[in-house]
């Protein structure tokens, strides 16, 4: 029988429900909701996914090398999604497919960039013996 450690359950669940969510509001921002509704419900929508990054960050229990290879894993997510952006739309002009993938990507980096700052921060308080 195996036993699994629940030290990390609740921040595990939020992450891959933060991601799946991305994922669902970066598709659906580009094709099923009107350009005048993503305007109006933008701001709301990305508040959900700052704070579930910000609760990610706060609640995955990362330490050590865990905490090394969490940063090294989302920053290159964070710089891949920022430039894949730019480039995923300059290249994929007149497919349609640039503006999707543009926008899980932006979706993603909503999520990553604020978890990835918390737990960057917790780390250096962790160096420093805070």
Do not use: R
């Not at 109006?40 to 700052?50: C, K, N």
């Amino acid at each position: 029988m195996v036993i699994k450690s629940h030290e990390n359950f609740v921040g595990a669940w939020i992450f891959l429900t933060g991601v799946i969510l991305a994922v669902i509001i970066g598709v659906g921002t580009n094709l099923f909701i009107p350009v005048n509704k993503i305007v109006q419900y933008s701001s709301p929508i990305y508040a959900v996914l700052v704070i579930l990054g910000l609760i990610v960050g706060m609640k995955l229990n990362v330490s050590g090398k865990d905490s090394q290879t969490f940063l090294v894993a989302s920053a290159v997510l964070v710089i891949v999604s920022k430039f894949g952006m730019e480039s995923v739309t300059g290249s994929l002009i007149g497919v349609g497919v640039g503006d999707l993938v543009s926008s899980v990507f932006g979706a993603l980096l909503v999520l990553f960039v604020p978890a990835t700052i918390i737990v960057a921060l917790k780390t250096l308080f962790s160096i420093t013996n805070v």
